[in-house]
């Protein structure tokens, strides 16, 4: 008999054996390891939510929801992120994804929650299946592809003269961060502690900031583990590694091994200066070159402008699809953001 409930702490060790079993299909399969701890990720989304499935006392599926403050139409709102979509492989088609789904929508309602928002690899179409045609609730409405670059690590000169790592974080900072990402649609909303542990840089001219580039190695939150190739990304794999040296380019990854990504968390320039966005991520591929990582990796949406200050940049290019619901129908909302360039931060998910 299956059973549900909230997790807590003490699942940890099932619920990371259960996203070992479960991984992510699409274009390129993959599967994300969150050891040691399953819960410290959800902790840097935010207010968390976990809904599990037992078959007796063993964890057969989960479903996750993070409560997150982010910016539409420049003013503040709650966005649920909707993430850990996991039911185990021999519990398949038995309605468990299904059920998990209603118990979450149930406790979304309950809470008045509104916006709802996951991501897809591009080509898995599961998801839309068990978000799709549900009682009382709207269907998922797609706000586009976001383009997850994958930067080599890179080593080279870094050609900004004037970017300079910040020690601590200041008030002139967050400003900045907030001022541009109020911009986006589900921008992130940004305080101090969401800033803390990163690397951050800034370049200033008439001693104004007009750019910073916060980097973030989340490999002790989460492991991205390739169980799955298409044989021409594999032969590219195994051609770069065997010129890695000469070419002077980090390592690529081997399949069923971490790869060791440095994330660009936070990229913003005001106004947007294609030189110096392509400065400060040839700088981010130094790093990643120096310090042993495969990529500096950054996610952004397909009509971010952004997009346009990457040619002639060595990297490799995967897609997510953005899914969004208004829970309450408020179409006006999602119109909004369907209409704007939405954020998200593949740091996190």
Request: with cysteine.
């Amino acid at each position: 008999m299956i059973t549900y409930r909230l997790a807590t702490t003490e699942d940890n060790e099932q619920l990371i054996r259960l996203t070992a079993a479960a991984g992510m299909n699409g274009e390129t399969i993959l599967r994300i390891d969150r050891r040691p701890d399953f819960f410290k990720l959800l902790e840097k989304r935010g207010e968390s939510l976990v809904h599990i499935a037992l078959d007796g006392n063993t964890i057969v599926g989960s479903l996750c929801a993070s409560r997150q403050a982010v910016y539409v139409g420049g003013e503040i709102f709650p966005v649920y992120y909707i993430g850990d979509f996991k039911v185990m492989p021999s519990h398949r088609n038995m309605g468990i994804g299904l059920e998990l789904c209603n118990r979450l929508a149930e406790n979304l309602i309950s809470r008045g929650a509104d916006l709802a928002f996951l991501n897809v690899s591009r080509g898995n179409e599961r998801p839309f299946i068990f978000f799709k045609n549900r009682s009382g609730i709207p269907d998922f409405d797609s706000v586009g592809t976001f383009h997850v670059h994958q930067f080599i690590g890179r080593k080279q000169k870094p050609d900004l003269e004037d970017l300079k790592e910040e020690t601590r974080i200041s008030g002139e900072l967050v400003s900045f961060l907030n001022s541009y990402y109020a911009r986006y649609e589900l921008g992130p909303v940004i305080r101090e502690e969401n800033l803390a542990g990163l690397q951050i840089f800034t370049v200033r001219r008439n001693h104004q900031i007009q750019a910073v580039m916060c980097l973030s190695d989340t490999m002790h939150l989460k492991q991205n583990v390739i169980m799955k190739l298409s044989l021409s990304l594999q032969w590219q794999l195994r051609l770069l590694n065997g010129f890695h040296r000469i070419l002077g380019i980090s390592r690529m990854p081997a399949l069923h091994k971490p790869v060791n990504l440095l994330y660009i968390k936070y990229l913003a320039a005001d106004p947007c200066d294609k030189n110096l966005v392509k400065g400060l991520v040839r700088s981010a591929m130094n790093i990643a070159y120096q310090k042993s990582y495969s990529f500096a990796s950054i996610g952004l949406h397909e009509n971010d402008p952004l997009q346009d200050c990457f040619g002639g940049l060595f990297k490799m290019t995967f897609h997510s699809v953005g899914l969004l619901v208004s829970m309450q129908d408020n179409r006006q909302l999602v119109d909004k953001i369907k209409t704007g360039v939405p954020f998200e931060d593949y740091s996190l998910v």
